[in-house]
């Protein structure tokens, strides 16, 4: 949920399906990418046979060059854990739901790194509001706004404080966010 790439397709004239496939569900979505030259109704299927080959991983993918970041050493660490489960309904992040949160307080111009360990036995997609991170501290890795902690694992989002006010930092899922996996990334005022 909530996964968007940015894509460049250089179309010959033709019709294709586009398919998304719901992991781990039997479930999935289509398009058609026609050129205007083609019949709309052209006979294709959503078939996805051919899906079995290599998964895209975000190790796959690499900033464009206008889009490319290159982190100083010097980087304030901020850890995060994704806490609770489904079964109680106390989904969270460091252990208190939104609402009863800590607000993470940063510094205009300042380097940080989310360090986000997912706690619990579900994928969280979490997303940042107003900043689009990098993962990882190399620089050029893909950047994205919304990435996929698997359980058991930690991501590492890094970016510039560059968007003052007071932004979410959320699980992408409807049903996660109303229990409470949520908190606010707020930039301390100065005055």
Not at 173 to 185: K, Q, V
């Amino acid at each position: 949920m909530g996964e968007r790439y940015g894509v460049t397709v250089d179309v010959q004239s033709g019709s294709w399906p586009i398919i998304a496939l719901a992991e781990g569900k039997d479930q999935r979505a289509g398009a058609i990418l026609r050129t205007s030259d083609t019949n709309a109704r052209a006979s294709i299927t959503f078939e996805a046979a051919g899906l079995d080959g290599i998964w895209l991983r975000y190790a796959d993918l690499a900033a464009h060059e206008r889009a490319r970041l290159t982190p100083p050493d010097d980087i304030t660490e901020i850890d995060l854990a994704l806490t609770g489960g489904m079964a109680t309904t106390d989904l969270g992040i460091n252990g208190n739901r939104y609402g009863d949160h800590e607000p993470i307080e940063i510094d205009q111009g300042r380097w940080y790194s989310l360090n986000i360990v997912n706690d619990t036995t579900m994928w969280h997609p979490i997303h940042v509001h107003g900043h689009t991170p990098q993962l990882g501290r190399a620089a050029g890795g893909v950047r994205k706004d919304t990435v996929n902690v698997l359980p058991g694992t930690t991501v590492q989002l890094v970016c510039q404080a560059n968007n003052p006010g007071d932004w979410m930092l959320r699980c992408h899922n409807a049903y996660h966010l109303e229990t409470g996996m949520a908190t606010l990334i707020r930039y301390r005022n100065d005055e």
